[in-house]
């Protein structure tokens, strides 16, 4: 069994893309419309699990569960905390090379950024 992607429901993908492409550093793998008029984006390494955007052409209201986040490792959390602007937590200190914040995407999607402690 191999994990493939998580897949994020958004209000609007240019501000999810400014989000995870722009300040967390994902690539854009690939973007397209679907057949519905959906738009997705797939970002990420080809080689691993991928994260999927999917906004739908018939808005919706957008719920991002309880208890659920997305993490990703980061050289600068504190820099992207910084220029996301949203409320943090941390940090939480897993170890004695390893930290972690929680902050929100655009949506309100909880993600946990990981960085060495310097």
């Excluded at 992607?5 to 999810?16: F, H, K, P, T």
């Amino acid at each position: 069994m191999n994990f493939l992607l998580a897949i994020l429901e958004v209000r609007d993908i240019d501000r999810s893309l400014a989000f995870y492409r722009d300040l967390i550093g994902l690539p854009v793998i690939r973007q397209f419309i679907s057949k519905e008029g959906d738009r997705i984006a797939m970002l990420g390494q080809e080689d691993q699990p991928h994260l999927e955007l999917v906004c739908r052409q018939t808005p919706k209201d957008v719920v991002p569960g309880n208890g659920m986040a997305v993490s990703f490792e980061v050289e600068d959390a504190l820099e992207i905390i910084r220029q996301n602007e949203k409320a943090f937590e941390g940090p939480v200190v897993t170890g004695p090379d390893m930290q972690f914040y929680f902050t929100q995407d655009p949506d309100g999607y909880r993600v946990q950024l990981q960085e060495k402690r310097r």
